[in-house]
């Protein structure tokens, strides 16, 4: 089995079927606030226009629930891509049907068309054959540049590739690939994960694949917690998964018995809550009874600091702390900071809130690879078969 790249395949003249994330953040006027989603898809959509494909595009934005809903219409999306290509970019009234049809069959070479928002249609999410055929009747080849709806199975992502033998990954997918399965390969070591975040429950396939294959795991956030609470630890009014303390303990277990260092946090930034104005430094195994644990302390960050300075090999996942919030933010700065020093490391960061932690640091360019997707590149680190990937080879 093989999978193409979108230089692999004849797209000249072409009419092509590309597959984009523009699930973008909207204002409340409806604009868009965070245009980074629009920019990643700028080389695979500049390249097609090159070739002088038809590029038509598609892709869901937020959850309109099966049916047409002006709140979620890409028409912003639409005028922002045109400005970013300096081109017509054409809006299609809906996902599929007659005017669509239309709009695409009109396109010239090296000209752009969008389909409205597939989540106007429920047969998007269902993965439903004759949505997937009337997607597929628009083009002659399909290339899919959404990594982060890999880990999905609809129509545009999986239903559509049984009607277009012509496909392949577009240029940001192909990177994601790339990078992400660098970290499953011969990595330089040491390797080391650095994992936080809210939920033990959301990440414990990674931790149980990466666990395999790192050096040294580094586990902060709200999700080490649980694990210091299944150490015996005193966490007072912090957040832990009561109900994942026994899983926690067989992956500390697992861990020993492989002779792999699960390093805790060992000091703590605790408040009585996130507004409270009281914030105080306390050992992380005995938070007192009024206080939560919301952030890595001071020396919990240099320690990982320095693991993370002699590493060759970095994975990172969950924010420290709450980030969010300025008092609780210092533990996942200092982590980018160390992630963004660490020369001639290959750096990899993936997951919503982390890689808008490092955004929001300024360090972004200093790290390999910031993934684009939150639930699909944990997904693909825990080996799982991406439904938008298999259906992609051939
Ligand atoms: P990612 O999107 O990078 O995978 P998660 O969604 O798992 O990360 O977790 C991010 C969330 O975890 C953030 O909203 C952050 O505020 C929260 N969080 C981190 N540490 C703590 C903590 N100690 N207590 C409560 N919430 C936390
Ligand atoms: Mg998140």
Redesign the pocket.
Known sequence: MATKTISELDIAGRRLFVRVDFNVPLTPDGKVSDDTRIRESLPTIRFAIEKGARVILASHLGRPKGKPDKKFSLEPVAARLAELLDAEVTLTDEPVGDGARKVVSDLRAGAVALLENLRFSPLEEANDEGFSRALASYADIYVNDAFGSAHRAHASTVGITRFLANKGMGLLMEREVKFLGKLLGEVERPFVAII????VS??IGVLDNLLGRVDQMLV???MA?TFLKAKGGQLGR??VEEDKLALARSFLRKAEERGIDVLLPRDAVAAAGIKADSVRVVQSMAIPEEL????IGPETARGFADTIARAKTIFW????????SAPFAAGTLAIAKAVAAAAGALSVVG?????AAVQKSGLADKITHISTG?GAS?EFLEEKKLPGLAALET
Do not use: C
Not at 351 to 355: A, I, L, M, N, T
């Open positions: 936080g975040g809210a939920k959301d990440k902060g956030g709200a917690n912090s957040l939560a644990a919301l952030d996942n969950g924010p420290m702390g709450v980030f969010e997951g919503g809130d982390s890689v939150g944990l």
